[in-house]
């Protein structure tokens, strides 16, 4: 005979979900407990039982009613579980608080649990000191999309976060950076081939204006010609590894025919009264100007992370998945945004975006990047749009790639090769960032000649 309280402590390394079981008592109050004894029996048809001590007055309450509701309990509701365990003094009413509705059978069913099943009681089957009950399903609903509450080692948790081992970075800000602080053209492709040699994709073109309040379809192209400023491109940089940001479809066209690889679209899902803006619309635009060329785009939702948005963000998420867009970015837009609703925001759609790319791009405001940069990585997050030497203001480059380093995760970028350059951009200059030898522009590119490949935050 096994040792009862071995075979208890054994029993309490398996974590499990967390629900609250809810009955009618014969007066067709409500009664529920929490309970983590639940499973599925069969898919056809739907079958789940529980399994509920002999004594509780729970047990013979759904004995007599022939009905119970699973409610699945998600992380953030620890209180709820503990209130329903009986663990909360003078709670006269374990339901007061909550939102309740009611399916089929007429037990309470939690409008905020992750989802909940409604069943009729179909088979009792004695199992020692408990009984198995095995419930048809009638109703069911997934109401949220959040982690679940677990139980482990008779204490309440979540799951741990696993840091990625492998992160990915694209410089979305440099050139225009520092092409709008007159850096001469050399200079400027001199960062370009040093960022693609070090492992970092780069944004070579940004037509779309994106100052504060700026309209996002309103396009402000750059002083530089678009056609001569990809042709002043290294050689050593594929253009195919590179982005443009870009404000209709004649310019996301206009990029792709001339070599680019990704061209970035802006949706702003705020609904501005000032600008008219609809959310619905703006998704619209944005799809729109990427029908037939989703695999080659990236779109970018302003402000995404002010919980008033959340919304709009987690429907358009997964409307871009579903299209099959190449990435979809969600940028701190002017580091207004804390750790926690960064956590709250990539908790709900870091999964939904699957397959997609999910980039994050996070500004340094009150030197808070790294710490939202390590946020996101541990809410799923492996692509980061950054900008070297922290230009603009947002997560400087080099110090993210040591973040990463010190935390074991990988990433194809070269630290001391960034560092260095950070180190000139931060001097007078930037000229002679490769050494004294010239950078040679893509018109110098003789036929048939080819580039090396870089990865980016698609890769």
Same mark, same amino acid.
Not at 125 to 133: E, N, R
């Given at each position: 005979?096994?040792?009862?309280?071995?075979?208890?402590?054994?029993?309490?390394?398996?974590?499990?979900?967390?629900?609250v079981v809810t009955t009618l008592a014969a007066d067709g109050s409500r009664i529920g407990m929490t309970a983590s004894?639940?499973?599925?029996?069969?898919?056809?048809?739907?079958?789940?039982?529980?399994?509920?001590?002999?004594?509780l007055y729970t047990h013979d309450q759904i004995a007599q009613a022939g009905c119970f509701g699973i409610n699945v309990l998600?992380?953030?509701?620890?209180?709820?579980?503990?209130?329903?365990?009986?663990?909360?003094?003078?709670?006269?009413?374990?339901?007061a608080g909550e939102e309740w509705s009611t399916a089929e059978t007429g037990v309470a069913l939690l409008d905020s649990a992750l989802g909940w099943l409604d069943c009729r009681v179909v088979h009792q089957?004695?199992?020692?000191?408990?009984?198995?009950?095995v419930g048809e399903v009638l109703a069911a609903n997934a109401a949220r999309r959040s982690a679940p509450l677990l139980?482990?080692?008779?204490?309440?948790?979540q799951f741990a976060d696993v840091l990625p081992e492998v992160a990915t970075l694209a410089d979305g800000g440099a050139v225009r950076a520092l092409r709008e602080r007159g850096e001469d053209p050399e200079s400027v492709a001199a960062v370009i081939a040093a960022l693609a040699g070090a492992g970092v994709r780069v944004r070579v073109l940004d037509l779309v204006g994106t100052e504060p309040g700026a309209d996002p379809s309103v396009v402000a192209v750059d002083a530089v010609d678009t056609q001569a400023a990809l042709a002043a491109v290294p050689t050593c940089v594929d253009l195919a590894t590179t982005t443009a940001r870009v404000g209709d479809r004649l310019q996301a066209e206009q990029a792709l025919s001339l070599g680019i690889g990704t061209v970035e679209v802006i949706a702003d899902l705020g609904g501005d009264p000032v600008l008219g803006a609809d959310p619905d619309e703006a998704l619209a635009r944005a799809l729109a100007t990427i029908e037939g060329i989703e695999d080659r785009a990236a779109v970018t939702l302003l402000d995404p992370f002010d919980p008033a948005r959340a919304?709009? +963000?987690?429907?358009?998420?997964? @409307? %871009?998945?579903?299209? *099959?867009?190449?990435?979809?970015?969600?940028?701190?837009?002017?580091?207004?945004a804390t750790a926690l609703e960064v956590r709250a925001l990539l908790a709900e759609v870091t999964r939904l975006?699957?397959?997609?790319?999910?980039?994050?791009?996070?500004?340094?405001?009150?030197?808070?990047?790294?710490?939202?940069?390590?946020?996101?990585?541990?809410?799923? +997050?492996?692509?980061?749009?950054? @900008? %070297?030497?922290?230009? *603009?203001?947002?997560?400087?480059?080099?110090?993210l790639v040591r973040l990463l380093e010190t935390l074991g995760v990988t990433t194809p970028a070269d630290p001391h090769t960034l560092s260095g350059l950070a180190q000139q951009l931060r001097g007078e200059a930037t000229s002679g960032l490769l050494g004294p030898d010239p950078v040679a522009d893509r018109s110098e590119l003789a036929p048939g000649t080819s580039t090396p490949d870089t990865v980016g935050a698609a890769g």
């Open positions: 005979m096994v040792d009862p309280q071995v075979f208890r402590d054994v029993l309490a390394q398996w974590p499990s979900g967390v629900t004894s639940f499973s599925s029996v069969s898919a056809t048809p739907a079958l789940v039982s529980i399994c509920l001590d002999r004594t998600a992380k953030d509701q620890i209180e709820v579980g503990r209130r329903f365990a009986g663990m909360v003094k003078d709670c006269p009413d374990r339901f089957y004695d199992g020692g000191d408990h009984t198995i009950f139980y482990h080692a008779r204490g309440w948790g919304e709009n +963000v987690i429907a358009a998420v997964i @409307t %871009l998945a579903a299209r *099959g867009v190449r990435e979809v970015c969600l940028p701190d837009t002017d580091g207004r975006a699957r397959p997609t790319a999910l980039r994050v791009a996070l500004h340094d405001r009150d030197r808070l990047g790294l710490v939202k940069a390590l946020t996101a990585l541990k809410s799923g +997050v492996t692509h980061f749009d950054t @900008t %070297l030497g922290g230009l *603009g203001g947002a997560v400087a480059t080099e110090d």
